[in-house]
Structures are given as C-alpha cells and as structure tokens.
Nanobody
C-alpha cells in the first residue's frame, strides 16, 4: 500500500518558486508525529530539508534553505507542503517526504543527519529541476 505520495515537481527557472505536496494515508498520518522532507541528487547523500510536527504547528527548516523554504500542513487533508522560493540550480533534486517519529525539536535541529531514523513511511519522490 502506498502511504505517502509527493507531487508538484517540475522544471523551474532560477529565482522561481515551487510548491510540493505530500499526501499521507490515514495509517501513516495517525502513526506519525511528524512529516519530513528530504532531497537527493545522484551521487550525493540524502539531505534533510524540513520537518513539521503533525500534532502541532512546530516546524523546522535546515540552515541551507532557511529563508527560502517553508513547510506547512493541512491536518484535515493529511497533507504537508514544502514551499520553495528563490530557487537555485543547486536545489535541483528529487524531493522525498517521509513520516514517522521525530524527537523533540532541540534534538531534531541538532541531528539532521539522523532524520531518516524512525521514519516508517516513505514516498518515492518528485523531481525538481532548476535551470539557470
């Protein structure tokens, strides 16, 4: 069963914006306390991007995209969004959402390399390509 589905990817010019959507099944959403966004490019490690706690409005965005990316959710729809502005060619990647357990925010913020831990549900990703 597919529990997470991303959409909204595509080709964008540098400086443009893109909004990604992650739709979670009820099973995935109810079993998770957060939805996280990652991105991956060929030959590079998967990179944590943003997280939102599903039971509150607390969010976190990693420093490399802070000020340009925001994460939000619609709890009723079980959807999370990644709003990306002022996109740069280096933002080109497959963006993947995952749901599961996130530690309290201070720990989450201090250990972005561990975000994949505790994530039981994963989407397959949506490709965002930024052209200069």
């Amino acid at each position: 069963q597919v529990h997470l589905t991303e959409s909204g990817g595509g080709s964008v010019q540098a400086g443009g914006s893109q909004r990604l959507t992650c739709v979670a099944s009820s099973v995935a959403y109810d079993a998770s306390n957060c939805i996280t966004w990652f991105r991956q490019t060929p030959g590079k490690e998967r990179e944590a991007v943003a997280a939102i706690y599903t039971n509150k409005e607390t969010t976190y965005v990693v420093d490399s995209v802070k000020g340009r990316f925001t994460v939000s959710q619609d709890k009723a729809k079980h959807e999370a969004y990644l709003e990306m502005n002022n996109l740069k060619p280096e933002d080109t990647a497959t963006y993947i959402c995952a749901a599961g357990y996130c530690p309290p925010l201070p720990l989450l913020a201090s250990a972005t390399s561990s975000w994949a831990n505790g994530k039981d549900y994963w989407g397959t990703g949506t490709l965002v390509t930024i052209s200069s």
